[in-house]
Protein backbone atom coordinates (compact mmCIF):
# COMPACT_ATOMS: atom_id res chain seq x y z
CA UNK A 1 0.00 0.00 0.00
CA UNK A 2 3.10 1.81 0.50
CA UNK A 3 3.54 3.82 -2.73
CA UNK A 4 5.96 5.99 -4.60
CA UNK A 5 4.60 8.44 -7.57
CA UNK A 6 7.57 9.86 -9.80
CA UNK A 7 7.28 12.79 -12.42
CA UNK A 8 9.13 15.44 -14.29
CA UNK A 9 10.62 13.48 -16.69
CA UNK A 10 10.86 14.99 -20.23
CA UNK A 11 12.81 15.72 -23.33
CA UNK A 12 15.75 18.52 -22.88
CA UNK A 13 18.13 20.24 -24.75
CA UNK A 14 21.92 19.80 -23.29
CA UNK A 15 22.39 22.19 -20.99
CA UNK A 16 18.99 22.04 -19.95
CA UNK A 17 17.11 21.74 -16.52
CA UNK A 18 14.48 19.64 -15.18
CA UNK A 19 12.71 18.82 -11.72
CA UNK A 20 12.10 15.61 -10.95
CA UNK A 21 9.49 14.76 -8.09
CA UNK A 22 8.82 11.63 -5.40
CA UNK A 23 5.63 11.91 -3.69
CA UNK A 24 5.30 8.79 -1.46
CA UNK A 25 1.70 8.07 0.24
CA UNK A 26 0.64 5.10 2.81
CA UNK A 27 2.72 5.19 5.63
CA UNK A 28 3.23 7.14 8.89
CA UNK A 29 6.65 7.02 9.94
CA UNK A 30 8.96 9.91 9.95
CA UNK A 31 12.31 8.41 9.90
CA UNK A 32 13.26 6.95 6.13
CA UNK A 33 15.24 7.68 3.71
CA UNK A 34 14.95 9.19 -0.59
CA UNK A 35 17.85 7.79 -3.16
CA UNK A 36 17.25 8.37 -6.59
CA UNK A 37 18.44 6.26 -9.13
CA UNK A 38 19.12 5.72 -12.78
CA UNK A 39 19.58 3.51 -15.24
CA UNK A 40 20.54 4.17 -18.78
CA UNK A 41 20.23 2.20 -21.97
CA UNK A 42 22.92 -1.16 -21.28
CA UNK A 43 23.96 0.20 -18.12
CA UNK A 44 23.88 -0.59 -14.87
CA UNK A 45 21.04 0.92 -12.21
CA UNK A 46 23.19 3.87 -10.64
CA UNK A 47 22.82 5.48 -7.66
CA UNK A 48 23.01 9.35 -8.06
CA UNK A 49 21.56 11.26 -4.66
CA UNK A 50 19.60 10.55 -1.44
CA UNK A 51 18.42 12.59 1.18
CA UNK A 52 17.58 11.62 5.14
CA UNK A 53 14.82 13.14 6.93
CA UNK A 54 15.67 12.66 10.51
CA UNK A 55 19.21 13.73 10.00
CA UNK A 56 18.58 16.15 6.77
CA UNK A 57 21.71 15.41 5.17
CA UNK A 58 22.33 14.80 1.19
CA UNK A 59 24.73 12.36 -0.50
CA UNK A 60 25.75 12.85 -4.25
CA UNK A 61 27.62 10.43 -6.29
CA UNK A 62 30.64 12.27 -7.82
CA UNK A 63 29.52 12.30 -11.55
CA UNK A 64 26.19 14.48 -10.74
CA UNK A 65 27.66 16.67 -7.57
CA UNK A 66 27.24 20.25 -8.60
CA UNK A 67 24.80 19.57 -10.89
CA UNK A 68 22.15 17.78 -8.92
CA UNK A 69 19.97 19.42 -6.02
CA UNK A 70 17.99 17.06 -3.46
CA UNK A 71 15.84 18.44 -1.86
CA UNK A 72 12.75 17.24 0.45
CA UNK A 73 9.23 18.85 1.56
CA UNK A 74 7.91 17.25 4.82
CA UNK A 75 4.47 18.48 4.53
CA UNK A 76 3.87 16.75 1.33
CA UNK A 77 5.88 14.02 1.81
CA UNK A 78 7.30 14.55 -1.78
CA UNK A 79 11.24 14.73 -2.39
CA UNK A 80 12.63 16.71 -5.68
CA UNK A 81 15.52 16.33 -7.91
CA UNK A 82 16.66 19.65 -9.21
CA UNK A 83 19.10 18.93 -12.29
CA UNK A 84 20.70 21.36 -14.00
CA UNK A 85 23.34 21.48 -16.63
CA UNK A 86 22.15 18.02 -18.08
CA UNK A 87 24.22 16.32 -20.46
CA UNK A 88 23.41 13.67 -23.23
CA UNK A 89 25.02 10.95 -20.59
CA UNK A 90 22.22 11.71 -17.88
CA UNK A 91 19.66 10.51 -20.44
CA UNK A 92 18.06 7.34 -18.38
CA UNK A 93 14.80 6.34 -16.60
CA UNK A 94 15.26 7.58 -12.95
CA UNK A 95 13.72 6.12 -9.84
CA UNK A 96 12.97 7.01 -6.36
CA UNK A 97 13.31 4.81 -3.63
CA UNK A 98 12.52 4.83 0.05
CA UNK A 99 13.37 2.73 2.71
CA UNK A 100 13.00 3.36 6.85
CA UNK A 101 15.64 3.86 8.88
CA UNK A 102 16.77 5.87 11.91
CA UNK A 103 20.47 6.53 10.67
CA UNK A 104 21.66 10.24 10.52
CA UNK A 105 23.12 9.66 7.10
CA UNK A 106 22.13 8.41 4.42
CA UNK A 107 24.22 6.50 1.71
CA UNK A 108 24.12 6.38 -2.25
CA UNK A 109 23.22 3.50 -4.10
CA UNK A 110 22.24 0.98 -0.93
CA UNK A 111 19.61 -1.00 -0.69
CA UNK A 112 16.35 0.43 -0.63
CA UNK A 113 12.83 -1.50 -0.58
CA UNK A 114 10.30 0.62 -1.84
CA UNK A 115 10.23 1.62 -5.21
CA UNK A 116 8.89 3.90 -7.73
CA UNK A 117 8.15 3.21 -11.54
CA UNK A 118 10.31 5.59 -12.68
CA UNK A 119 10.76 8.46 -15.07
CA UNK A 120 11.90 8.85 -18.59
CA UNK A 121 14.91 11.71 -18.96
CA UNK A 122 16.40 12.45 -22.57
CA UNK A 123 18.86 14.95 -23.15
CA UNK A 124 19.36 15.24 -26.75
CA UNK A 125 19.15 18.01 -29.40
Known amino acids: QLQLVESGGGLVQPGGSLRLSCTAS????????IGWFRQAPGKEREGVSCISKHGGSTNYADSVKGRFTISRDNAKNTVYLQIDSLKPEDTAIYYC??????????????????WGQGTQVTVSS
Open 26 to 33: GFTSDYYA
Open 97 to 114: AMKFTGLTRCVVGEEYHY
